[in-house]
Structures are given as structure tokens and as C-alpha cells.
């Protein structure tokens, strides 16, 4: 069964950094392409990012420059660096093995002064 559990979110001044974790569970998880998607208040999930297991990177035009993704295969953990963030960054934030119809609980992250 595949699951995912998302933490390390929490309430952060614009400008501020966080990182967040992934683990996940019922997979393969070194042979798989991962991936962070986020949610933000009223809005439709968008993409944020995906890590291929070579390690080649992929950012949607908002968060580059400014996030990182990066994975632990040994411990099955999947990472967000995010920093210099901004209030339009807040959203709840999902990892998820790329074609996974499975969603975890997501992590809250929310940037304001």
C-alpha cells in the first residue's frame, strides 16, 4: 500500500526558510521519480517540483532559484528546501512518486508577517 507522510511545515515570516520531509512507504522508493505538489487556500493543486532518480531536478518558474528538492533513498525520505519565501507560498504541501493516485495528508506551510 502506498502512503506518504508529509511534515515540517509551519507558520514562517516572509523571507524565512523551512524544510520539509517526505516518507514514503509501499514502493520502491530509490527507482521512482518523486515529486512535491502544493495546494494553496481556494486555488487547484499545482506542481512544484520532481527529482529523478539520476538526480535531475525540475522547479516550476515560481520557486526557482528559491527551493530544492533533493531525497535520502537509504531512508525512503523526499526533501523541500524552501527559502526566501513569500506569503504566496502558503498552501498545503504533498509529495507523491510521479503517476501515484494516492495523496498523503500534506504539510501546512504558511508565510506571513
Known amino acids: 500500500q502506498v502512503q506518504y507522510a508529509e511534515s515540517g511545515g509551519g507558520l514562517v515570516q516572509p523571507g524565512g526558510s523551512l524544510r520539509l520531509s517526505c516518507a514514503g512507504s509501499g514502493f520502491s522508493f530509490s527507482e521512482e521519480i518523486m515529486t512535491w505538489h502544493r495546494q494553496a487556500p481556494g486555488k487547484a493543486r499545482e506542481w512544484v517540483a520532481t527529482l529523478f532518480p539520476g538526480g535531475a531536478t525540475f522547479y516550476t518558474d515560481s520557486v526557482k532559484g528559491r527551493f530544492t528538492i533533493s531525497r535520502d533513498d537509504a531512508n525512503n525520505l523526499l526533501y523541500l528546501n524552501m527559502s526566501s519565501l513569500k506569503p504566496e507560498d502558503t498552501a498545503v504541501y504533498y509529495c507523491?512518486?510521479?503517476?501515484?493516485?494516492?495523496w498523503g495528508q500534506g504539510t501546512q506551510v504558511t508565510v506571513s508577517s
Open positions: 507523491q512518486k510521479a503517476q501515484s493516485t494516492t
